[in-house]
C-alpha cells in the first residue's frame, strides 16, 4: 500500500480525521456523535496513517503506547463517577457545572463529558493497538 | 474486646517484615510480645470461667443471614486459646533464633502470626461461618508456612498436598455447618447446644455427621488423610513444632470437642471415631517406629496421639472426655517442647537421624534436660501431665465390654510403641558413645532453649499444681466438652488399680520396644515395603489423573481450529433461535411488500449484491472486501430510516474491520482460495442459512408485537431535561445508562490487551500444560507410604 499519492495525503487527511473525531465526541451530546463513534474515527485514522507510512511514525508520533492510552481512558471513565460520591449521589450519576467566562460565555462542564472523553481513548487506545500490532512486520 | 484481641496478630502480621528490617532477628521479641498480649486479655476471664460460665460476644455481621462475628468463651476454648497464644509467644521467638539471618525472616514472622489470629478466631468463634472462615484462614496461612521455603519441589508440594486436603475437607465442613444451620435454625453455638436433639432426630442427621467429620479428619490428620502431616515436615521446624502440637492439626480435635454435645452420643459416632481414632493411631505408631529422621519421627507419632484423641472422643464417656482432654493439653506441650529439641539439635548439629547422632548431653546440656522432661511426659511416667491423661484414659476403657477392651488393648500398643520412640528421641541423640556430627556442636542460644525448658517444665508444674489447674482449667474445659457440669477428681496417686496396672503393662512394653527399636524398625519397614502402597502416593495419582482428565476434556473440547468454534457457535446460534419458535409454534407473519422509492430499491440491490459478492467470491480477500460493501448498505438503511448516529457507528465498524481483516489475512499464511469440499459447504450453508431465518423470523416477530413505549418516552422526555442533551443515544450511553457503558470499555480494553498478546505469541513447539509440570515426581520428596 505503498504509493505515493496516500504517503503524500495520508498527513493531511489523518489531521483531519482526528479533528472531526474530536469535533464529534465533544458535539456528541446535542448531535449524532459520541465518545465511542468518535473514537473510531480516530482509530481509523491512525490506521490509514500507520498504512501510509509505516508503524513507526505512528508510534512516536502517538508518543504514549496505545494501551497505555486505552488504560488511562478507562482510568478517566472510573474515575468520573467517583465524583458522585462527593455529592452523595450513587456513582455515575451526572453531574453539571456552568461556569460563566468573560465576555458572557457559558461553557457547560459534566462528568458525563469526562466519561465520553475516557471512552473515546479506550477505544482509539485498544483499535489503535491492534491495528498496529498487525500493521507491524515482525 | 476478644473480637478485637483475635485481629491483632494480624494488626502485627503487617508490621512484622518492617520490624525485621529495623532490628534483625530480635524483632522477634517485640513480636512475641502480641500473644503475651492476648494470653494477658485471657486471665481476665479465668474466674468467670472457672464457675462455670460462658461469656458470649457478638458482632453484627451479615445480620438476615444468621451469620454474626460472633465469640465464645467457655472452658473448652479459653484453654485453646491460652493454648495457641502461650505457645505461640514461645515458638515467635525460636523463629527469631532458628532462621536468624534468613532473608525472609519478617514474611516468615509475619505468617506465622497471621495463623496464630485464625487459630486463635477458629476456637473462640461462636458463628460456624465465622468458625470456618478462620478454619480456611489457617489452612491458607498453613500452605504458606508450609511451602516457606518455596524454591525445592518437595516443599511446594508438600504445602499443595495439605491445602488440597485441608481445604477440601474445610468445604465438605461447610456444607455439614449448612445444613446443622438449617436444622438447627441458627449459625450460633451456643444456640445449636440446646438444639442436640432437634438435629439427632433429624433425617438428615447421618449426612450432617459425615460432612463435619470430613472437616475434622482431614484436619486433624485421621486415615487415610495422615500423609500431608507427615510431609509437612518439610516446613521449618518452628512451623512443625507450632502447626503439629497445639494448633493447626488440633484444630479438627477441636471441632469433634465442639459439637459433642449438638452431635454426640449416637451409635454412629460411638463406631466411626474408635474405629477411625484406633486405626490412627496404630498406623501412626507403626509408621513413628519405621523412621530415622527425628522429625519425621514426631510427626507420626502426632497422628498417633490424634487417632487416640478422636477415639477417646468416640467413646465419650464422661472419664473418656476427661481423658481426652488431658492428653490434649499434655500433648501439646511434650510435643511442642520435642519438636523445638529436635530443631535445635538440627541446627546446631546438622543432622536429625537419629543413627548418626550420640553423647550430646556434654555439648547441649540444657536442651537435654528439655528432651527428657518432655520425653517423660510422653511416656506417660508419673509425676508428669502425661501420666495423669493416660490414668485417665485407661480408667475409661478399663470399665467397658469386649468393644472398650479392645479399644484398651490397641491403646496399650500405641502407647507402647509411642513410649519407645519418645526415649529414642530423648536417650538415642545425647546419652551413650559420642558420635561426630556434621556440625560442630554448641548450646542452642537463649531464644533456642527456652520454649523447649518451659514447655516441658509446664508438663511437669501444671501435674504437680493439679488443686489450682483442676478447678481453673481442666474441669471447665471437660464440662464444655461434654456439654453439661462433671464432676472430676484427679489425684496423682489414685491407688493400685486396673488403670495403674494397664500402665504398668505399658511401660513394660515400651522399654522393651525401645530396647528393640532397630529390629522393630527393620520389620516395619519390610511390612510397608511390602503392601508398597499408601494414601500419599494415591494422592499423586489422583492429581495426575485429574489433571490427565483436564488434559484431555479440554483438548478434545478446543480443537484450535476457527472453523470448529464458528461452526459450533453459529450452530448453536440457530438453534437458540429457531427451537423454540418449533417448540411454541410461532411464526411471524409474512410482511405486507411495502412501497420503495427508487433509491431505496438501489440500497437494497447493493446490499444483496454485496451478500452474493461474499457466497461466491474465489478468494477471500475479495469475500472481505465484499462483507464491507453489504456493510456500507446497512448502514445507508439505517440513515434512510432516521438512526443517524447508527448509522454513523455502522460505516466506521465497517470500515475498520475490512482494514482489520485485510491485515490479519496478510499475517496468517492462509491459502488465498478458500477451498472446502461440497459437503462442508452445504453443512455451512445451511448453518448460514438457519442463522440468518432464524435471525429474521425474531426480528419480525418482535416488530409485529406491541411495542412498549414507556421507556423510549421517558428517555425523550427527560434526555434534554435531567441530563442536559439532546442526542438521547449518547445520553443513555454516557448518563443513563453509564454504567453499562463502564463495563463495555472495559471488555473494549481486555480485548485489546488480549489481541496484543495473541498477536506477539509465536508458536513454538508443544506447549501444553501437562500433569507433569503441575506435580512432579522428585527424588528429594520423602517417600512417605503407608
Not at chain 2, 560 to 566: A, S, V
Not at chain 2, 737 to 746: N, P, Q, S
Request: hydrophobic share 55%.
Amino acid at each position: 500500500m505503498n504509493t505515493l499519492i496516500l504517503r503524500t495525503i495520508a498527513p493531511t487527511l489523518t489531521s483531519l480525521m482526528v479533528i472531526y473525531s474530536i469535533i464529534v465526541l465533544l458535539s456528541g451530546h446535542n448531535q449524532p456523535g459520541g465518545g465511542f463513534i468518535g473514537g473510531l474515527i480516530a482509530a481509523s485514522a491512525f490506521a490509514l496513517y500507520g498504512i501510509a507510512c509505516g508503524v513507526g511514525p505512528v508510534r512516536r508520533a502517538l508518543y504514549f503506547h496505545p494501551i497505555a492510552i486505552s488504560g488511562f481512558g478507562m482510568l478517566l471513565a472510573g474515575l468520573s463517577g467517583v465524583v458522585s460520591f462527593y455529592k452523595d449521589v450513587p456513582y455515575l450519576t451526572g453531574l453539571w457545572w456552568f461556569p460563566k467566562f468573560s465576555g458572557g460565555i457559558e461553557v457547560p462542564l459534566s462528568t458525563p463529558l469526562f466519561f465520553d472523553i475516557g471512552v473515546w481513548l479506550v477505544v482509539v487506545g485498544s483499535l489503535v493497538s491492534i491495528a498496529l500490532a498487525l500493521e507491524e512486520k515482525d | 474486646m476478644i473480637g478485637y484481641a483475635v485481629l491483632t496478630p494480624f494488626i502485627a502480621a503487617l508490621f512484622a517484615p518492617v520490624l525485621v528490617r529495623l532490628f534483625g532477628h530480635w524483632a522477634a521479641w517485640i513480636l512475641a510480645l502480641v500473644p503475651a498480649f492476648i494470653c494477658y486479655r485471657l486471665v481476665d476471664y479465668i474466674p468467670a470461667i472457672a464457675k462455670g460460665e460462658r461469656v458470649l460476644e457478638s458482632h453484627a455481621w451479615l445480620d438476615g443471614f444468621g451469620i454474626n462475628y460472633s465469640f465464645l468463651v467457655d472452658g473448652l476454648s479459653l484453654t485453646f486459646a491460652f493454648l495457641i497464644a502461650g505457645i505461640g509467644f514461645f515458638i515467635v521467638l525460636y523463629s527469631g533464633g532458628y532462621l536468624k539471618g534468613h532473608k525472609h525472616l519478617g514474611r516468615f514472622l509475619a505468617t506465622l502470626l497471621a495463623f496464630m489470629g485464625s487459630m486463635l478466631g477458629l476456637v473462640l468463634a461462636d458463628n460456624l461461618i465465622t468458625l470456618f472462615v478462620f478454619w480456611e484462614a489457617t489452612s491458607i496461612t498453613s500452605f504458606l508456612l508450609i511451602g516457606f521455603d518455596h524454591e525445592r519441589m518437595a516443599s511446594r508440594r508438600s504445602a499443595l498436598q495439605a491445602l488440597i486436603i485441608t481445604g477440601l475437607g474445610g468445604l465438605v465442613m461447610l456444607a455439614g455447618f449448612a445444613l446443622m444451620g438449617i436444622i438447627g435454625g441458627t449459625f450460633e453455638l451456643s444456640e445449636l447446644f440446646t438444639k442436640s436433639d432437634v438435629i439427632k432426630g433429624n433425617e438428615l442427621y447421618t449426612a450432617v455427621f459425615w460432612l463435619v467429620m470430613a472437616g475434622a479428619f482431614t484436619k486433624s490428620a485421621q486415615v487415610p488423610f495422615h500423609s500431608w502431616l507427615a510431609n509437612a515436615m518439610e516446613a521449618p521446624t518452628p512451623v512443625s513444632a507450632y502447626l503439629h502440637s497445639a494448633t493447626m492439626v488440633k484444630a479438627g480435635v477441636y471441632l469433634i470437642m465442639r459439637t459433642t454435645p449438638i452431635l454426640g452420643g449416637t451409635d454412629l459416632w460411638e463406631t466411626v471415631l474408635p474405629i477411625v481414632g484406633g486405626a490412627t493411631l496404630i498406623i501412626g505408631t507403626i509408621l513413628a517406629v519405621r523412621d530415622t529422621d527425628m522429625k519425621l519421627m514426631l510427626a507420626y507419632t502426632t497422628v498417633a496421639s490424634l487417632g487416640l484423641l478422636v477415639m477417646m472422643l468416640g467413646v465419650g464417656s464422661d472419664r473418656a472426655i476427661e481423658g481426652a482432654v488431658l492428653y490434649l493439653i499434655a500433648h501439646s506441650f511434650f510435643k511442642g517442647a520435642l519438636f523445638m529439641v529436635v530443631g535445635t539439635v538440627d541446627h546446631e548439629a546438622g543432622t536429625r537421624q537419629i543413627t548418626k547422632l550420640g553423647g550430646l548431653r556434654s555439648a547441649m546440656p540444657i536442651t537435654a534436660l528439655a528432651a527428657g522432661l518432655a520425653a517423660l511426659s510422653m511416656c506417660g511416667l508419673p509425676p508428669f501431665l502425661g501420666f495423669l491423661a493416660k490414668e485417665s484414659i485407661y480408667h475409661a476403657l478399663s470399665h467397658g465390654g469386649v468393644f472398650e477392651w479392645s479399644l484398651a488393648i490397641t491403646a496399650i500398643i500405641g502407647n507402647a510403641l509411642m513410649f519407645g520412640v519418645a526415649a529414642s528421641i530423648a536417650i538415642r541423640p545425647f546419652m551413650g558413645r559420642w558420635i561426630d556430627p556434621p556440625k560442630s556442636v554448641h548450646e542452642g542460644s537463649l531464644m533456642l532453649v527456652l520454649g523447649p525448658v518451659v514447655l516441658s517444665l509446664i508438663g511437669l508444674v501444671s501435674a504437680l499444681s493439679l488443686s489450682f489447674m483442676q478447678p481453673h482449667f481442666f474441669a471447665p474445659m471437660i464440662s464444655a466438652v461434654a456439654g453439661r457440669e462433671v464432676p472430676i477428681d484427679l489425684h496423682l496417686w489414685g491407688g493400685v488399680n486396673t488403670a495403674l496396672v494397664l500402665s504398668v503393662i505399658t511401660v513394660g512394653l515400651g522399654v522393651a520396644v525401645f530396647i528393640m527399636m532397630p529390629s522393630l524398625r527393620k520389620s516395619f519397614d519390610q511390612l510397608l515395603t511390602f503392601i508398597g502402597w499408601g494414601p500419599d502416593k494415591g494422592f499423586d495419582q489422583a492429581i495426575t489423573g485429574l489433571t490427565w482428565f483436564a488434559g484431555r476434556f479440554t483438548n478434545a473440547l478446543q480443537t484450535g481450529e476457527i472453523r470448529t468454534y464458528m461452526r459450533t457457535t453459529f450452530l448453536i446460534t440457530a438453534l437458540a433461535l429457531l427451537v423454540p419458535m418449533f417448540v411454541l409454534n410461532i411464526w411471524p407473519q409474512a410482511p405486507e411488500f411495502p412501497k420503495m422509492r427508487p433509491w431505496e430499491i438501489g440500497v437494497f440491490l447493493f446490499l444483496t449484491l454485496g451478500v452474493l459478492q461474499v457466497v461466491l467470491a474465489r478468494t477471500r480477500l475479495t469475500a472481505i472486501v465484499s462483507i464491507g460493501v453489504q456493510g456500507i448498505a446497512v448502514a445507508l438503511t439505517f440513515m434512510m430510516f432516521g438512526a443517524p448516529d447508527l448509522s454513523f457507528t455502522q460505516f466506521m465498524v465497517e470500515t475498520l474491520s475490512v482494514v482489520i481483516l485485510a491485515l490479519v489475512l496478510t499475517r496468517l499464511r492462509l491459502m488465498r482460495i478458500d477451498r472446502r469440499s461440497v459437503g462442508a459447504g452445504i453443512i455451512d450453508g445451511s448453518i448460514a442459512l438457519g442463522v440468518g431465518v432464524g435471525m429474521a423470523s425474531l426480528l419480525m416477530l418482535v416488530t409485529q408485537g406491541p411495542l412498549d413505549l414507556r421507556l423510549s418516552e421517558f428517555f425523550s422526555t427527560h434526555s434534554y431535561a435531567i441530563a442536559h442533551g439532546r442526542n438521547i443515544v449518547n445520553v443513555i450511553l454516557v448518563d443513563f445508562r453509564a454504567l453499562d457503558t463502564l463495563g463495555e470499555i472495559t471488555v473494549v480494553l481486555i480485548a485489546g490487551v488480549s489481541a496484543l498478546a495473541l498477536i506477539r505469541v509465536r508458536p513454538s513447539g508443544d506447549s501444553t500444560p501437562g500433569a507433569k509440570d503441575l506435580i512432579q515426581s522428585d527424588p528429594s520428596t520423602k517417600e512417605a507410604s503407608s
